[in-house]
């Protein structure tokens, strides 16, 4: 595997979550020895998110728990990060991606890891102060501490983990929580009724 992709030459990584950061870890594990450039458009080393609506969220975990790797290995490992840029266009002929800044960066093989964004509600009200949606790490500190205040009263749209979790870490902090779901049990669709309402 590592001799196909070595003759392609200097890879870049769109996309600095954990598929982007792991490929680049297991791309080193396996021998390749060329040029690595990862670009994140957050401005965060690449981090996992399962903490964030969990242990991080309530306090437990503080933010050297959540990278990917240690944040030296990067160079250890002479893997290139563009923290806080983002590709906004891919030229396949030219082998090249242009980035929000302006500037255009060569590559023999691209890899997309973008991942996912949450999918927003377009309501009439949804774009006010005190609404948001749940992703990153700058979300979940900015909840943090809002949440930590607690006595608010805080209503959740969206019955499955995520909402559940953020539910529960709400409720942990001493304030009024509701959650809207389509599901009548929540989780019904993922793991069925009877631990559905288990966790309702
Ligand atoms: C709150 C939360 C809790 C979770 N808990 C669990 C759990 O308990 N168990 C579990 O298995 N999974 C969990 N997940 C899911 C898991 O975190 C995802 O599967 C994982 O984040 C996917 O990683 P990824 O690298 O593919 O994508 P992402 O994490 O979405 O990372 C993609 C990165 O690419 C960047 N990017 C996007 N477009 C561009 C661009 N054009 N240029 C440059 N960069 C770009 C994004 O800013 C982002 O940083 C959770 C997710 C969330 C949000």
């Known amino acids: ?10 890879i870049v990584i769109a996309g600095g979550g954990l598929a982007g950061a792991t490929a680049a870890k297991t791309l080193r594990a396996e021998g390749f020895a060329g040029p690595v450039t990862i670009i994140g458009a957050e401005r965060h080393h690449p981090y996992l998110r399962p903490p964030l609506s969990k242990e991080y ?51 023999g093989s691209l890899l997309l890891a973008t991942g996912a964004t ?48 953020l539910a529960a870490a709400a409720a942990t902090y001493g304030n009024n929580v509701t959650l809207l779901g389509l599901e009548e049990i929540p989780l019904a669709g993922a793991i069925g009724p009877d631990l559905g309402r288990f966790f309702r």
């Open 1 to 10: 595997m590592a001799e196909d992709i070595a003759t392609a030459g200097d």
């Open 57 to 107: 969220l309530l306090g437990k975990a503080a933010e050297d728990a959540v990278p990917v790797v240690p944040p030296g290995w990067y160079a250890e490992n002479d893997v290139g990060l563009r923290l806080g840029a983002r590709v906004t266009g891919i030229r396949p002929g030219a082998r090249t991606v242009e980035l929000d800044d302006g500037s255009t960066l060569a590559y």
């Open 118 to 165: 949450p999918r927003t509600l377009r309501l009439p009200g949804s774009d006010l102060a005190g609404v948001s949606t749940f992703r990153t790490l700058d979300d979940s500190r900015r909840l943090r501490s809002r949440l930590a205040e607690g006595g608010m009263n805080v209503v959740m749209i969206g019955s499955g983990w995520i909402g559940m979790e």
